[in-house]
């Protein structure tokens, strides 16, 4: 069965550095999103991609998010200056495009700022 | 707007007992249901979805749950639970149109199965 990847599994960076998380979609997922969550905390929605732009975003997803599909079939996110309240697992997911169709979700980065 | 509640953080039962995670919800527009499961250290895997018909809903796992609209309510039930069952469970919904709509999250109940 199609999955969606996530790389690295596991990210490490300082207070103000740029860090890109990269994933793959499924390939025919028309809809792209990147949630994370805060350790213990609930799944929050960053925002939503498609027909490459952005469909809706969360108040988290300030000036200092962005999104991305270069090609055909990676989709990143980009923090540009991290902060440490940014340490969360990242996850991305996509859905074929009906409103039905569930969110196929990866197994998520782990972003550590410090 | 739309939300989900999970009034339960934590659910501790032993094993082969029955057990229900419940889940409200609020929209005021028709909506989609879901329930995710992670495990730990994993992503979030799809246990079953509402999308329309009849009520209850059967899933992976042997679980089970049923849409129930004048008390906005989802539960996630399952009759006789086993260890490999620990985990956290989040109910989910989105609203029943638009293929960006984004997908709101419970804040999860972990299921504790003590042996």
């Known amino acids: 069965e199609p999955e969606v990847t996530q790389t690295p599994s596991h990210q490490v960076t300082q207070m103000g550095q740029e860090v890109i998380l990269r994933c793959v979609p499924i390939?025919?997922?028309?809809?792209f999103y990147w949630y994370r969550q805060i350790l213990g905390q609930k799944v929050e929605f960053l925002v939503s991609f498609y027909n490459n732009e952005i469909s809706e975003k969360s108040e988290i997803f300030d000036d200092q998010f962005s999104v991305e599909r270069p090609d055909g079939s990676n989709f990143t996110l980009k923090i540009r200056s991290t902060k440490l309240e940014d340490s969360a697992m990242y996850f991305c997911a996509s859905r074929r495009g009906e409103g039905n169709s569930p969110l196929h979700f990866g197994n998520g980065t782990r972003l550590t700022v410090t | 707007a739309q939300s989900v509640t999970q009034l339960d953080s934590q659910v501790p039962v032993f094993e082969e007992a029955p057990v229900e995670l419940r889940c409200n919800y609020s929209?005021?527009?028709?909506?989609?249901l879901f329930w995710y499961v992670q495990y730990p250290n994993q992503g979030l895997q799809l246990l079953l979805k509402y999308l329309s018909g009849s009520t209850l809903v059967k899933g992976i796992n042997g679980f089970e749950a049923e849409f129930n609209k004048s008390q906005t309510s989802f539960h996630l039930r399952k009759p006789s639970v086993h260890i490999s069952d620990t985990a956290e469970y989040f109910c989910?919904?989105?609203?029943?149109?638009?293929?960006?709509?984004?997908?709101?999250f419970g804040t999860g109940t972990k299921l504790q199965v003590i042996p």
């Open positions: 989910a919904v989105s609203r029943g149109s638009g293929g960006y709509q984004k997908v709101t």
């Open positions: 929209s005021s527009v028709s909506v989609y």
């Open positions: 390939s025919n997922h028309l809809y």
